[in-house]
T-cell receptor, first 112, second 113 residues
Framework: GEDVEQSLFLSVREGDSSVINCTYT??????LYWYKQEPGAGLQLLTY?????DMKQDQRLTVLLNKKDKHLSLRIADTQTGDSAIYFC????????????FGAGTRLAVHP | NAGVTQTPKFRILKIGQSMTLQCTQD?????MYWYRQDPGMGLKLIYY???????DKGEVPNGYNVSRSTTEDFPLRLELAAPSQTSVYFC????????????FGSGTQLSVL
């Protein structure tokens, strides 16, 4: 069945780049998403990429998609302490209600 | 803009008790969802609705019920609470016309003891 996997934890120094990786199984996914969850809050959409693209850049965020390997990554340039959060990768299923399948989330810790 | 509002934020239940988690959105979204988030796990879809009067099961519907009598409201009912239902519950909505982002509520943390 459909599955999304991520590493659970990443620690980076403030000012460095962070790269969060994700693999998925549904080759027919049309969109892939990155959501951010801050403590005590719901998820907020950071960015998404259509499956026929291989890269998308949005200010400090760069999303890379390798469709052949079903690998998605999120790069955060110049990581700040405010970037500390849990980041969820998600893929859209091809079901009629366009269900999102979420990974378990990567906790990003930014230290001085 | 209120967006998606969930109540309560926290609740402790005893085994066998019932409760309703409330969710309301003011964006006139057709699609609404209930997810649960367990520690170290991704979000799992419990139930969803594509419009008033229409609901369907997601991945983990057992022990839950929903209704959608209006576009705005999508309550989630737990009839006989069990410890396995201890989780954080998120309601979400989207317009439903294509790829749009999900708007999430801030969550309800539920403990069943």
């Amino acid at each position: 069945g459909e599955d999304v996997e991520q590493s659970l934890f990443l620690s980076v120094r403030e000012g460095d780049s962070s790269v969060i990786n994700c693999t998925y199984t549904d080759s027919s996914s049309t969109y892939l998403y990155w959501y951010k969850q801050e403590p005590g809050a719901g998820l907020q959409l950071l960015t998404y990429i259509f499956s026929n693209m291989d890269m998308k850049q949005d200010q400090r965020l760069t999303v890379l998609l390798n469709k052949k390997d079903k690998h998605l990554s999120l790069r955060i340039a110049d990581t700040q302490t405010g970037d500390s959060a849990i980041y969820f990768c998600a893929e859209s299923s091809t079901g009629g209600y366009n269900k999102l399948i979420f990974g378990a989330g990567t906790r990003l810790a930014v230290h001085p | 803009n209120a967006g998606v509002t969930q109540t309560p934020k926290f609740r402790i239940l005893k085994i066998g008790q019932s409760m309703t988690l409330q969710c309301t959105q003011d964006m006139n979204h057709n699609y609404m969802y209930w997810y649960r988030q367990d520690p170290g796990m991704g979000l799992k879809l419990i139930y969803y609705s594509v419009g008033a009067g229409i609901t369907d099961k997601g991945e983990v519907p057992n022990g839950y019920n929903v209704s959608r009598s209006t576009t705005e409201d999508f309550p989630l009912r737990l009839e006989l609470a069990a410890p396995s239902q201890t989780s954080v519950y998120f309601c979400a909505s989207r317009t439903g016309t294509g790829n749009e982002k999900l708007f999430f509520g801030s969550g309800t943390q539920l403990s069943v003891l």
